[in-house]
């Protein structure tokens, strides 16, 4: 980002896109205005007086707003969906939880001796990582959490109801999202993200790979995951019914970023 008089410039900078895993720079772009002047930095407002002239602008009011599932949060409301807590002043974020400006990177210490720690570890050192504190690569995940975590590859903003914005896209989720998400299932919303729920939905097009049976109403989306490498098996079979845990989707994301890039 283009710094002028020490303070930020948003609207120009330099921006390149590396792929950490080719070791290739994918994108590079470059936005720099030659003939620009920047106002002086003398007789700016103090913070306080700042806040208190927005307010008397644009007023603020108490209101309730929706937090979780059937649940409301007492906030000030200062348009813009800035919202501050009456009781303590801090800012919330639009599900009235604390909001925090920068996201402090985990300690997934965890993971250290685990199958999945360095495919854990490399996510985390490229700013890919959904969860604070530990990893917990043993835990079970949720259709919700596998969701929130698949979103990460769309943007690195986190959706408090990520199965509303997989279904706006169009992909087919029809499970209770709380409900511990089994490895058909996250092959079935794996191939519908990557575009494939039509040529999936004809197993009689697909040689099944794996020893075991799975109904095959699911045979098309595991077929497709595991030729593009995204999901594979133990042992020639894929256990269908099997949960998801943390670690495994951590695989999962890394083989999809790598299916994405090539």
Excluded at 140 to 149: I, P, R
Excluded at 174 to 184: A, G, T
Aim: include cysteine; hydrophobic fraction near 35%; proline fraction near 4%.
């Amino acid at each position: 980002m283009r710094y002028e008089n020490e303070i930020p410039f948003k609207d120009n900078g330099i921006s390149v896109t590396f792929n950490a895993i080719t070791g290739k720079i994918s994108a590079f772009y470059l936005n720099w205005y030659e003939n620009i002047s920047f106002p002086s930095l003398n007789n700016v407002l103090a913070p306080l007086a700042a806040m208190s002239e927005f307010v008397e602008q644009n007023g603020s009011e108490v209101c309730y707003i929706t937090s979780g599932s059937a649940n409301a949060s007492l906030v000030y409301d200062f348009g813009y969906g800035a919202y501050i807590d009456p009781f303590s002043g801090k800012m919330l974020d639009y599900n009235g939880e604390l909001s925090t400006i920068e996201d402090i990177v985990p300690d997934y210490s965890d993971v250290a001796g685990h199958w999945s720690e360095a495919v854990v570890n490399r996510l985390l050192d490229n700013g890919v990582y959904l969860w604070g504190g530990s990893f917990e690569p043993n835990k079970v995940m949720t259709e919700n959490e596998f969701l929130q975590y698949l979103l990460l590859l769309e943007t690195s903003y986190r959706y408090p109801e990520p199965v509303l914005y997989f279904e706006q896209r169009g992909i087919d989720i029809d499970i209770d999202s709380n409900r511990n998400l089994n490895r058909q299932e996250a092959a079935r919303i794996i191939a519908d993200y990557l575009g494939y729920r039509k040529i999936a939905e004809q197993p009689e097009y697909f040689v099944y790979p794996f020893s075991d049976s799975v109904d095959d109403s699911y045979k098309g989306y595991i077929t497709i995951c595991y030729m593009l490498g995204i999901l594979g098996g133990d042992s020639g079979n894929f256990n269908a019914q099997g949960n998801i845990t943390r670690g495994q989707a951590a695989t999962i994301l890394q083989n999809l970023i790598v299916f994405k890039s090539n």
